[in-house]
């Protein structure tokens, strides 16, 4: 397998990228340990809590830790601090956790399936939850069934229920298997940790498809990638196209696109896929709409989206939507009335840890 590192032309910007994240980091911690769900950029105070988030932020900090980078918080008690609140996990957030302890050596594995058992055994449980929960169950369940045999047979249940009723015709995934109009209408979220579990799931060997599975997807996504280089939101599964492209949010752009683009060139070592990955680093940094860098490096705020104006937005969607679905084709192109989504989510900052720490050099 390939490790893929970044080309000379775009370390730099990923070496601000990750230094930028591991500085702003703890302003978003809260006095409970835990990190907050967001904050704005006119108040500049930690909003609500948020154990997913948390967990988000864990990994990417795990991830910096095993590239060699030194004085990061204490990621045991962070760890500690998110069991706190176990009984609040959803499907999504036991994925989340098995991949976590995947990374510290697999101490409650057991615990975290026994939970995650009832969820992943009913198929009414497994269609109601959204296409990223379903992704990371099967990235957690894949980190762990090379190490732990209990875990194989739910991951073939989730592998089977994701080809059976999550996979459109196209290739392209649902966003659910409950809902009867919005699963035909998933979000790049949908397709992006979709196809990180495909990439980790073909790493198994339980998974004959999964390759290919994963490539067909990661065609898609980049065929529709739009002509700035911003990721869209909103595809029709049936017929792999762009319903709508707001909210472009920053975190797709310079994080969640390249976790999944640059694993899936390490597992198949073609560059083209790591080429995509830094496709869309320049759209957040001001080649976009708007011609405002999201990441603002001065006041060290990484600003969550370019976004439709209301009401413009939710008529849009809503036009883009019918419209697709009955003709075939969307409405509303690209507006002159969007705007900056003035807030930032930890995540965002982990993610992007988990996405390029290792692929760059760290500080000495």
């Given at each position: 397998m390939k490790r893929?590192?970044?080309?000379?032309?775009?370390?730099?910007?990923?070496?601000?990228l990750?230094?930028?994240?591991?500085?702003?980091?703890?302003?978003?911690?809260?006095?409970?340990?835990?990190y907050c769900h967001d904050m704005t950029y006119e108040q500049r105070e930690p909003r609500g809590e948020s154990v997913r988030y948390s967990l988000m932020v864990l990994l990417g900090m795990q991830r910096a830790a095993q590239s060699g980078f030194r004085d990061l918080p204490d990621l045991d008690e962070l760890w500690l601090r998110c069991l706190e609140r176990q009984d609040s996990f959803s499907g999504g957030d036991l994925g989340l956790a098995l991949w976590v302890d995947a990374r510290r050596e697999?101490?409650?594995?057991?615990?975290?399936?026994?939970?995650?058992?009832?969820?992943?055994?009913?198929?009414?449980?497994?269609?109601?939850?959204?296409?990223?929960?379903?992704?990371?169950?099967?990235?957690?369940?894949?980190?762990?069934?090379?190490?732990?045999?209990?875990?194989?047979?739910?991951?073939?249940?989730?592998?089977?229920?994701?080809?059976r009723?999550?996979?459109?015709?196209?290739?392209?995934?649902?966003h659910d298997a409950a809902s009867r109009f919005r699963r035909h209408l998933p979000n790049f979220a949908t397709q992006i940790y979709t196809l990180l579990a495909l990439s980790r799931l073909a790493r198994t060997g339980r998974a004959?498809?999964?390759?290919?599975?994963?490539?067909?997807?990661?065609?898609?996504?980049?065929?529709?990638?739009?002509?700035?280089?911003?990721w869209p939101w909103l595809f029709d599964a049936d017929r792999a196209h762009v319903v709508e492209p707001y909210e472009v949010y920053t975190v797709h752009?310079?994080?969640?696109?390249?976790?999944?683009?640059?694993?899936?060139?390490?597992?198949?070592?073609?560059?083209r896929w790591a080429d995509a990955s830094v496709a869309g680093l320049a759209w957040s940094r001001g080649q976009?709409?708007?011609?405002?860098?999201?990441?603002?490096?001065?006041?060290?705020?990484?600003?969550?989206?370019?976004?439709?104006r209301p009401p413009w937005d939710r008529l849009a969607l809503a036009s883009n939507s019918i419209m697709s679905r009955s003709l075939g084709r969307p409405l509303v192109r690209r507006p002159v009335s969007v705007e900056v989504n003035r807030t930032c989510r930890p995540y965002h900052l982990g993610w992007i840890l988990e996405a390029w720490a290792g692929r760059q050099v760290p500080d000495q």
């Open positions: 893929v590192m970044v080309t000379t032309s775009t370390r730099r910007e990923v070496d601000q990750v230094s930028f994240s591991l500085e702003h980091l703890p302003s978003l911690l809260l006095s409970s340990g835990l697999g101490a409650i594995v057991d615990m975290l399936l026994a939970r995650l058992d009832p969820i992943v055994s009913s198929e009414e449980a497994l269609g109601s939850l959204v296409g990223m929960e379903v992704a990371w169950i099967l990235i957690g369940l894949a980190h762990v069934a090379g190490s732990h045999r209990r875990a194989e047979q739910p991951l073939d249940r989730v592998t089977e229920h994701l080809t009723t999550r996979r459109a015709p196209s290739g392209m995934y649902y004959p498809n999964a390759r290919e599975h994963a490539r067909v997807l990661a065609e898609h996504l980049v065929r529709l990638q739009l002509p700035d280089g911003g752009q310079d994080a969640m696109a390249p976790m999944a683009l640059l694993d899936f060139a390490e597992l198949t070592g073609e560059s976009n709409e708007l011609e405002i860098d999201l990441l603002d490096i001065e006041q060290g705020f990484a600003h969550r989206s370019i976004r439709r």
